[in-house]
């Protein structure tokens, strides 16, 4: 697959790899990735409760998606799906699409397109570009009594029949905290799905993982690699191993130890390997601005005797601590420099990626497009509102989803959340700019992670620049 193209490590070294607590810059993304980093996001919001320590969901969520992409036959790098698990969104997305640069113009290669219910996504359906949109792949999700993700089915288009076609399938476990357990992937061999490979998580009493554990199958569940984790007095990662499974027995093959400033940030990350001894393997430093932003990271690879640069990445950001440019410089084993540049919406979200690599000048490579919408749906056919309203919820009370209609007399920044009783903010279902005109939104009964509430008497309010309405609603389970 094209999308497969420039990333340097395997899906297979990514789940060693996933001990790499990093909340480094984003890489360059590759057309289709983002179907990985959606999935990513979702296990992110649906299938780790709010509780558990963001390190320890960050960690779940990208092995599960490091996983998924090992059964996508996708390759990336965990660097660019853990910068995108501290991406604030303020939108659901409704489309992706990705471009290469022909000398002259833009050329389309792949577009996705996203539905949902509620606030879960429903479906992910993409196409390639050959002269005309052709099928590609299409994934449904499916969800459990508590909101969590259920389990995720891949299809495939058949040219022949004109068809969708099972091609693979993720299923999720949960214990009775609502943590993920195990996630096993599956393939459809014609006739059913049999399992191919899955993971094993365990928690500590605080909830932050303790280990991860890769199986494949081979007539048996069979270990692969075990990643076991310790954390120091702040609850941050300080050291991570992982082991091979090989000839009965758990074999130490690496470890990743990482040093935190005062502010906790990651300063220095250290990679051994283990052979009779701890050897010297490889190691990032980081910098940060005054900000708090990360504008430099370097990486070396341990060379004999001595510590070798590898790469000089720098990193620019906006007022509101958003990466805007990434420069990279390779050094080793050859000298090239590429740049990344973003564009963002008011909101934050991620709009534009623009790539360009250096050869005397700077030269486009690669572009990707993303648009994003709320939930809400515009009513045609109904007269323009001479005022801001917000009418009362139907049906109320409700089991499992209510409708809230509004109007908006001019455009403007629209903001509708839930509230409980105790004045905690429970789900934000609004936050985008609309136009004139009534509009309808839903709420499914979940909080921000996704997860039933409980029944009860909620708020609802509508915020709309100095006009803010508050209406009440009850949930009846």
Known sequence: MKRNALFAVVAAVVLACCTMNSFAHAAKLQ????????????????????????ESRI??????????????????????????????????????????????????????????????????????WIGSWENYELSTWGYNGPGTIASILFQTWDTDSSAWANSARSVMTYDGSNRLTVMESQS????????TARILYTYDGSS???????????????????????YNGAGLESQSVVDNYFGGNWLTTYRWTSTYDGSNR???????????????????????NGSGDNTLQRDYLWLTSDW??????????????????????????FANVSRTDNAYDGSGNLVEEISAAFSGTWI??????????????????????????????????????????????????????????????VSTLENSEQGVGVYETTWDGTNANGQDVASGVYFYRLKAGEFVQTRKMVLSR
């Open 31 to 54: 057309p289709g990735d983002s179907k990985i980093i959606d999935f990513m996001l979702r296990v992110l919001e649906h299938s780790t409760p709010a509780n558990m320590p963001i």
């Open 59 to 128: 960690n779940v969520a990208v092995a599960a998606a490091a996983l998924q992409a090992q059964a996508m036959g996708v390759q990336l790098d965990r660097a660019t799906l853990e910068s995108f698990a501290v991406r604030p969104q303020a939108f659901f997305p409704t489309s992706d699409t990705s471009y290469l640069w022909t000398g002259a113009a833009w050329q389309f290669t792949e577009h996705g397109t996203y539905t949902y219910v509620g606030s879960k996504v429903n479906t992910y359906f993409s196409q390639f």
């Open 188 to 195: 459809w061999n014609g006739a059913d799905f049999a399992g």
């Open 208 to 230: 932050r993982v303790e280990t991860v554990i890769t199986q494949e199958w081979t007539g048996a569940w069979s270990n692969v690699t075990r990643t076991t984790y310790t």
């Open 266 to 288: 990651l300063t220095l990350r250290v990679r051994e390997f283990y052979n009779t001894f701890w050897n010297n393997d490889a190691k990032s430093e980081y910098d940060y």
């Open 308 to 333: 070798a640069l590898t790469d000089v990445d720098t990193m620019k950001y906006d007022g509101s601590h958003r990466l805007t440019q990434t420069v990279y410089n390779n050094i080793l084993p």
């Open 364 to 425: 486009n490579t690669d572009r990707y497009v993303f648009v994003y919408t709320s939930l809400a749906s515009k009513i045609e056919g109904e007269p323009l509102p001479a005022d801001f309203s917000l009418w009362q919820n139907h049906p109320n009370p409700f089991n499992p989803t209510t409708t809230i209609r509004y109007s908006l007399s001019r455009p403007h920044l629209v903001q509708i959340e839930v509230y409980n009783v105790l004045g905690q903010l």
